[in-house]
């Protein structure tokens, strides 16, 4: 199959650029800028078009890689177009296919594809695809091919319904977004307490490597320690003690939320006073 890509953005950088790596056919870009159509088609070896029309007309897969505000807008806009057996994908987290409206009747085939990959880098990011978990929602009649095209460049897919897209996403956003969140509180704590700028950071960092690589070897359940988990009710008095504010709050809501995987970790143990504490 042939891939076209609406959007030079770092998805379409990095999305065409692995494709091409593995040997699939990319037939080049469309962008609003038509200099970055340029620069992604450079990168990928394939072609920049001015005209979306002929795009289409050569590609048999097309990427909307643009921001989720836009898909809709953009969908719209290629309805004017001949779309007979085409495969019209976005890369939303977010959104689902249902975004595609009417595109049965135009005889083509809509589907949300997602890579589980924070795309930092539109040059660079491409390299660690091959690493990433693709999950995929749309139209029952190529589900199955989209699905094992995936799968043949070596990635793990799963296919998921679009009721779960939200829930999908925000999974997603907690893994990624939130833990960016509480490492700031952490390092923001660490230099209250008088390490300065990046040195609180480099403090953190062992542990925190640490933490994840537990998490990823052993599960969330098991990779569990601290004083929630120890049951040591004083310790976390001291905590409350010294927290006030958004620090405060995220401290009681994140402990409440260990509190459910101490139990599960430790079913016997009696952990009543902790939540009152927390509470």
């Not at 009417?102 to 660079?124: K, N």
């Not at 793990?156 to 490492?183: C, D, F, M, W």
């Amino acid at each position: 199959m042939k891939f076209g890509f609406i959007g030079a953005g770092k998805v379409g950088f990095s999305l065409g650029k692995y494709l091409a790596v593995k040997g699939q056919e990319v037939t080049g870009y469309y962008s609003e800028f038509y200099e970055d159509a340029i620069e992604a088609a450079r990168f990928t070896d394939s072609r920049s078009y001015e005209n979306m029309e002929q795009l289409l007309e050569d590609s048999d897969v097309i990427f909307l890689t643009v921001p989720d505000g836009l898909i809709g807008n953009l969908w719209n806009q290629l309805k004017a177009y001949h779309l007979t057996n085409k495969i019209v994908c976005h890369t939303s987290g977010a959104l689902s296919s249902e975004i595609f409206e009417g595109i049965t009747e135009r005889g083509s085939f809509g589907y949300s594809i997602h890579p589980l990959f924070a795309v930092s880098d539109q040059y660079t990011s491409y390299k660690d695809l091959s690493n990433s978990f693709f999950t995929i929602e749309g139209a029952e009649e190529r589900l199955e091919e989209m699905k094992t095209l995936l799968e043949g460049l070596g990635n793990p897919v799963r296919v998921i319904s679009k009721e779960n897209k939200i829930k999908y996403h925000a999974a997603a956003a907690t893994a990624s977004n939130l833990v960016v969140g509480v490492l700031h509180m952490a390092e923001t704590l660490m230099q209250e307490c008088g390490f300065e700028g990046q040195q609180a950071g480099d403090a953190l960092a062992p542990i925190i490597r640490g933490n994840v690589e537990n998490i990823l070897r052993q599960g969330s359940v098991q990779a569990l320690t601290g004083p929630i988990e120890r049951n040591d009710v004083t310790t976390v008095k001291k905590h409350l003690s010294v927290l006030e504010g958004k620090n405060l709050e995220t401290y009681q809501v994140l402990s409440k939320n260990l509190v459910d995987i101490a139990k599960e970790k430790y079913p016997t143990r009696d952990y009543d006073e902790m939540e009152e504490v927390l509470s």
